[in-house]
């Protein structure tokens, strides 16, 4: 039996992994072996690598492009499933609450509703692949981060006159601690950046948003072990000197919480079913954005050719980047993502450039 065959860049468990997914066909490039309506064994298979130089490093690029567009594509129709469930259970929720206050239904009818609810909320995580964050944000793989203020940390505290040494200590997961100085008359970016930079080995990020708000955030699944052991040690300018102090967080806004939908009395019902109604139209908009990036992605796929040429990834760059700074908006981020990631910096750039 004859056992040669040609693969691409990557081997034989690069060719395995870029079988058929979500309905996406296998680059032609990648099909198996068949020859006079014969499948030949390539288990002991003689790999001929690609030529070294740039054209196996635009094979590879392509290939990574094809790999990330069809995990994007897949990721979202994952979370649309969601929304459409989690949706129902929101809707069955709202019924059920609407009619106990109009006199009709039954406490534990809404009860049932709630703990439905509940459950499904509970389940984002792992429905979604962690790309549906608390607040309903959407993005890639186990992007979901858990937000919040540490109280200390605000635009006002960045223009004070006097500078300060700050470390932080995340008891319970063994981290050295981290030490910052901020610098006295502060811009809220300013103090953004040096948070951002300063936390980073915490696993914590620092962004400014609305009105100098600056905002932490850590993986969703960190989160626990952030709001039980995350303490703080300053200079008395920001934060007391001596021992570290239990850091002081609150919840940014637009996180939803299962806790908000309980309804013991009327008040609380009418109180619930404002933000059942209110989590409703944002599960209706962020659905819009998941379909839209969907689509984006699908097109992407389409366009594919069989080959998974370099000119394409190129066309792919060019085209997404320049939709995204005409229009802006999530789907055009999401889309341009999903071409560059997995290609290194140097490729990004280089594929941009070349006209």
Known sequence: MELKTTMPAGGARAAAEAGLRGGIRTPAAMQPDIRDGRVRDTSHAVVQMPPAGRGAADRRDAFAVHQRVNEQASG?????????QFGDRMKA???????RLAGGGSDLDVRAKIDSATAAWNRRAAATGGRLSETLELGGVDSARRAFVLRGLDAQDARRAEGEVITFHLGGTGARPATLYLAPDLTAREMAYRLKVGLAPLGIDCETHARERITLSVEESRWPVVARGLHVKGGGVRFPAGAPQRAAMEAVAGRIDASDWEAGDAGAMRAA????????????????????ALKRARQTLASMPSGLNA????????RIAADASARGGYGQVVALTAVTAGLDRARVRALLSMR
Request: aromatic share 4%.
């Open 273 to 292: 079913l404002t933000r059942t109604v209110q989590t409703v139209k944002r599960l209706d908009q962020v659905s819009i954005l998941a379909e839209h």
């Open 93 to 99: 929720l709202k019924q059920a609450l609407s009619a």
């Open 76 to 84: 979202m129709q994952l979370v649309l499933d969601y929304l459409e």
């Open 311 to 318: 000119q394409w990834a190129r066309d792919a760059c060019e």
